[in-house]
DNA sequence: ATGGCCAATTTTATTGGA
């Protein structure tokens, strides 16, 4: 089974690369964020045409998530199911077959002491919270844009980065509290080396200018799922190119 | 050194992103 995460950064604008990556990737699961439409401005008969089912969480203008799926999606929750936090779109969680999968767009936080970064350790506490509930002996995998560093080989210059939103130490131990709970962190499975990037910012062309990005799109898995997966991989192609989003999407396969 | 771009809406500016 191939799960795939993808901060797309506007579904509509994204929608004729979504398309075509759907089409030649072909992953069973795809979980994305930053949809920023309603439920009913979601291109749904695109979405069905490239052979996909869609249970989406939307919001107007910002945030927004949604889980795309080949097989059948069941049990669908949107949100936390907690009334200070779920006007925001930022979760939804679902079963594909023996999976059980989270997608979540956190909380960016603006900079390291805003009333945006209070909020933001605020809903990594809920978070903790939801996924306790999960019976870890399940197959479980939390992916989505975290918007955290684990560490500093997820960061292209740690030094300017010291500290500051999305790399400060109040945050990593926010995401810590989450992997506590018997997560892991799969792509480090695989991959110990650092230079590995999920986004990169428009504005500096980090992306195009040598590989100045964050890694901050993350697979999180309970130990039967990170057992069976044998890989996770950026799909740097697909951040190439015309009109591409900030982020690229991050791919486990389970076997 | 700073800021650059991109998308949506409130649209010929503003807000937010990370």
């Not at 398309?19 to 979405?47: G, M, N």
């Not at 560490?151 to 945050?171: G, H, V």
């Not at 509290?177 to 980090?206: C, K, N, P, Q, S």
Request: hydrophobic share 40%.
């Amino acid at each position: 089974m191939l799960i795939a995460t993808w901060n797309v950064n506007s579904v509509r604008a994204r929608l004729p690369r979504l398309v075509s990556w759907l089409e030649e990737r072909r992953p069973d699961v795809v979980l994305l964020q930053e949809l920023k439409c309603t439920d009913d401005q979601f291109p749904y008969a695109e979405i069905e045409a490239a052979g996909y089912n869609a249970e989406v969480f939307g919001q107007k203008s910002y945030n927004g998530v949604a889980v795309l799926a080949r097989h059948p999606i069941e049990d669908v929750v949107r949100g936390f199911g907690d009334e200070r936090f779920d006007d925001e779109a930022r979760v939804i969680s679902a079963a594909v077959q023996d999976t059980l999968v989270v997608g979540l767009y956190a909380v960016n936080g603006q900079s390291v002491g805003a009333e945006r970064y209070d909020f933001k350790l605020s809903w990594f506490e809920r978070l903790r919270e939801f996924l306790a509930a999960y019976d870890m002996t399940e197959k479980v995998v939390v992916t989505g844009d975290f918007n955290i560093t684990f560490d500093d080989r997820d960061i292209y210059d740690p030094e300017k980065w010291r500290e500051r939103i999305l790399c400060s130490t109040p945050e990593r131990e926010a995401l810590a509290a989450v992997m506590d709970l018997g997560f892991h962190d799969a792509l480090r499975r695989h991959h110990e080396e650092g230079d590995i990037y999920t986004w990169w910012d428009y504005r500096t062309r980090g992306f195009e200018r040598g590989n100045r990005g964050l890694r901050i799109d993350h697979f999180l898995m309970s130990e039967p799922a990170v057992e069976a997966c044998t890989d996770v991989t950026v799909d740097l192609d697909a951040r190439r190119g015309p009109k591409p989003s900030d982020h690229a999407p991050v791919m486990a396969t389970l076997g």
